[in-house]
Each structure stands twice: as C-alpha cells, then as structure tokens.
C-alpha cells in the first residue's frame, strides 16, 4: 500500500489595484509555523479573511483572501494574498502599499529577507535598505542572524546589516537540530566550528561536523568523535558511527553493535544491540537484536518481555505499533496488552484519534480504545494533509483499479465506489465517471452535474476557480468556472497555465496567445524579471 499523503498545495497569483482588508475578519489560525529550505518562516496562515477593492465603489466587489502574513513589527506585517501579489498592511488589515521587491525569501524577526534582480537583501518593515540587494543567496541562520553568499564565499550578517562573520569561508551551515549558537565553517577544504562571533571551538582539521542539540560529531580519517558544543571530548574512544537519535541521545556504532550514549546522563549504556533508531519521543527508542525488535529508554534498558517482528511507538496515543510474523500487525499498550488485534496486512499510525489497518480486501478505521468504526471494500491510497479526507482504491479480481471511495472522517460524508477519480479541493469534490465530470460540495450538494462538461480541474494557482472544458461541434473548449459553477471565462480556449507573478496565461481556440490577471481582465505580457 501506499501511504503517502496526498498534499494539495495552494500556490498564489498575483492581485493588483490599491486594496483594503475588511475590518471584520474572523479568521482561524492555520499553520502555526513553517520550515523551508529557505530558513524559519515566522508565518500565520489564515482563511475566510475578505479583500475588497477599495476601487471599486460598485456592489459587484470581489472578495479576495489573506493567505498568510507575518507577525506585526511596529503595527505592519508583511501578507501574502491567494491572488499572488506581496503587500504591507496594518492591525486593522488595511492595505499599506505593495512590496517594492521580486520575490520574499523569509523574515528573520524585524526584517525582511528579500529578492530583487536575482540578488539578495535585508529590508526593514518600512523597505528601508538594510542590506544591500548584492548577495548570491540569505539563507537563515537562526534568530536574529543570516548565512550570506558573496563570490562563492560565506559568512554571517545580523538583522542590523552588520557582519558578524567574515565572508571569508567556503561553507558555513548552521544545522536543524543547533541550539547552541555554533555554526559549522569550511576553510581550505577542513571542518571545523565556530560561534557566530567567528571564535574557534573545534580547530579546521576534520572531514566532516554535524551538530545535534548539544552534540557535536565528527569525522576525521575515516573515524568518529563525539563533543560537545564547548569543544570537550564527551566519549574516550572513536567509533566506526555515531548517529545523533534525540535531544540528549546518540547511537555509538563499533564492530556493527550498537548502544547509547545520553548527554544528560553523561553516560554509554552498557547494552550492546544489533541497532538502535528512534521513534517520535526522546523517552523511547526502537532495538533490534537478530530479527526481532524491542522497546528500550534513553538508558538502554529494555522495556518489553520479548521481541517483536516489527515495533514502532505511536506518540499521539502512547500505543505501540506492533507485528508477530509477516503482514500481521496491531497495537498494543505499554504493558503489552493489545488493543487491536495483530492480524491486519499493513498500518497506518493513530492521526487525530484514528488509526487505518487493512488486509487483503478492506480497510478499517479504528479509535484508540480498539472499536472498529468504518470498514470500506478496497486499499487505501491516500490521505490529504488536515488529515480530514481519506481515498480508498477499489480494485477488480484483475487487480486493476476500477473506482475510489471518498471519506471525510470530520464530516462523516462519503461517496462509496462507482467513480473513477475523486478529488477535494477547498470545500469541493471534482468526481470523474468515464469521461464526465461532476462538481459537488463536501456534504454531496450537486453544483455542476455529470455530462454538461467533459473535464473539470482544478486552476492551480486558484483555489476558487476551475477549467472546464466542452466538446461540440467546434472542437474542444476550455473556459473558467467559479465554486458555484458559473462561468465566469467563456469557452473560447485551448489551455489555461500559470506564468508568472500572478498572471494566467492562455491561449485562444485560434491560437492567440493571452494573459489574463486576477479579476479576469487581459493585461500585456508582464516583464521578464
């Protein structure tokens, strides 16, 4: 089975004008933070926040969404919107102006880490320069600071524009689990580490440094050290591995047997394992001798009277995810008592108070006190990422697919097999029969019924609008339609793709190539940046 979850991702087009928020915004928090590849992102993301054009003077205003800003420095924060544009506003959502730079990277605290021209700067809240738009690359460091790139070379600037490690290195990386203000640097090919006031801790003369918490590993010809982030020697001998597992444990690796070392405790566990790895609580750790796993602490010892084929420690339930032999697993508690009887093929974790097993031909939703509460015919494939909708495969004695099952464990709405394709994309269902397409809300409300349009999808850069596409006697046509199935783009196109900063781009049955923004109005062909 596969389980990974089926993400569906909002992407922003661009909206422009002078706007104002309305005042009235009841709005629900929705990611607390986010991680990306760019560093910390300090957001809200919101819902149901209404834009109104201040413009536009009519009743006819279109309403438009907050799709997240960040925290309020001085009365401003920076917000996205779902039609793509970048603005200022103010506590009372109110439009401040339009970001005066290409593309937002992160904020770091009270600054704004930006692209303008394919280079990198630091502004403030107000767009004053902090620093210069001259860098190959920000990216985030930790609170308060920036790794910088200049010439293919390194160093550290703080949100004040001052350097605070010199651009001088060939790397400098600051880890994901650092919480002690030392940065790994590179200097003529050798590691070493560094505070952020560039003091030398550890001297350049390894091969590699990984910082874990308050561990530091090394490598240097071929063998492993440990230390910590002072720079003392935390183990007296070197190690074929060393894995950081926790906050306050590492793996220690010699010969191909493992065991632990904990900081907190200062010491190596005298246990010796064929592996250990971790599971999603620093108190709980997964051991493995020949085939058989069991559950041990942050001390090494055992916890449970015997080994199982497969183990794994659910942190949301406290509950143990267990196997006796192939394809038979379940739950069970602490004191190994079981609460879902071993005999499923495949499990899937407790998430929001449930859990999904399945065997050869059904899949079972259970609560944590082991009651079974909804069983389908068929193999789960996905869930979305809220956890809410879940997609059931229904397969024939072929073992080809021949129809899904929709199920919303929130609602308890759900459509049993007979479509070949069903998706959930913000409060609609797009169901697929054949070559016919239905639009319908999360409660199984009818909005555009089978075969008055051969395709509906998603326009990805939307997520309030939909092309539809007919086929009659002047061919295939495509068109837009809203939520509420109106046509709000007649059916005179080929395709509908997005380009660039907001802008759609289309191409006419004829083959006129157009752009369209975001209250469907055709603009020129925006500038190459």
């Not at 639009?439 to 199984?444: A, I, Q």
Request: glycine share 6%.
């Amino acid at each position: 089975m596969n389980y990974k979850p089926h993400l569906h991702l909002l992407v922003l087009i661009l909206i422009s004008g002078t706007y104002s928020l309305a005042q009235n915004h009841s709005c629900a928090q929705y990611l607390p933070d986010m991680m990306t590849n760019r560093g910390y992102l300090e957001f809200r993301e919101y819902r149901d926040c209404m834009l109104r054009s201040s413009m536009d003077k009519s009743k006819e205003k279109r309403l438009r969404t907050v799709s997240y800003h960040t925290q309020w420095v001085k009365g401003i924060a920076f917000a996205g919107l779902d039609f793509g544009n970048q603005v200022f506003i103010d506590t009372a959502y109110n439009l401040i102006r339009e970001a005066d730079f290409d593309e937002f990277a992160y904020n770091n605290g009270n600054v704004i880490v930006a692209q303008k021209n394919k280079l990198f700067g630091i502004v403030n809240f107000n767009e004053d320069i902090i620093t210069p738009f001259e860098y190959e690359d920000i990216r985030y460091c930790c609170k308060g600071l920036n790794i910088v790139s200049k010439n293919g070379q390194y160093g550290l600037i703080n949100n004040k524009g001052q350097i605070t490690v010199p651009v001088t290195y060939e790397r400098l990386d600051y880890g994901i689990y650092n919480e002690a203000g030392v940065i790994t640097a590179v200097k003529n090919g050798k590691y070493g580490l560094i505070t952020t006031r560039n003091q030398v801790i550890l001297p350049f003369e390894y091969d590699q440094i990984e910082i874990c918490y308050d561990q530091v590993i090394v490598t240097r010809d071929r063998r492993m050290f440990l230390f910590n982030t002072k720079g003392q020697k935390l183990t007296n001998q070197s190690y074929d591995k060393i894995n950081c597992l926790s906050r306050y444990c590492c793996k220690l690796v010699q010969e191909n047997k493992s065991t632990m070392y904990n900081s907190k405790t200062m010491t190596v566990s005298p246990a010796l394992f064929d592996n250990i790895r971790s599971t999603n609580n620093d108190q709980y750790f997964i051991a493995q001798i020949d085939t058989l796993e069991y559950l041990i602490n942050s001390a090494g010892k055992v916890l449970t009277s015997k080994g199982y084929a497969r183990l794994d420690y659910n942190d949301q339930t406290g509950l143990l995810e267990f196997g006796t032999g192939f394809q038979q697993c379940g739950y069970m508690d602490l004191r190994e008592e079981i609460v879902i009887q071993p005999r499923y093929e495949s499990l899937y974790p407790f998430y929001n108070g449930h859990a999904i097993l399945g065997d050869a031909d059904s899949v079972y939703f259970f609560d944590t006190n082991g009651r079974c509460f909804k069983a389908f015919a068929g193999e789960f494939e996905s869930t979305q990422s809220n956890g809410d909708v879940y997609y059931i495969n229904v397969y024939d004695k072929n073992g080809s697919r021949t129809s899904q099952v929709y199920y919303n464990i929130r609602t308890g709405y759900e459509i049993n097999p007979g479509y070949n394709h069903i998706d959930n994309w913000t409060n609609r269902i797009i169901l697929r029969s054949g070559e016919s397409y239905c639009l319908t809300d999360e409660k199984g409300k009818v909005i555009v019924p089978f075969y008055k349009y051969n395709m509906i999808r998603p326009l990805e850069v939307s997520d309030r609008l939909l092309v539809s596409t007919i086929s009659d006697v002047q061919g295939q046509r495509s068109g837009l339609i809203d939520y509420d199935g109106n046509v709000v783009l007649p059916f005179s196109y080929s395709y509908f793709e997005y380009y660039k900063k907001g802008i759609i781009k289309t191409m006419t049955t004829d083959g006129r190539e157009q752009f369209i923004d975001h209250n469907l109005k055709f603009v020129s062909k925006p500038r190459e940046y």
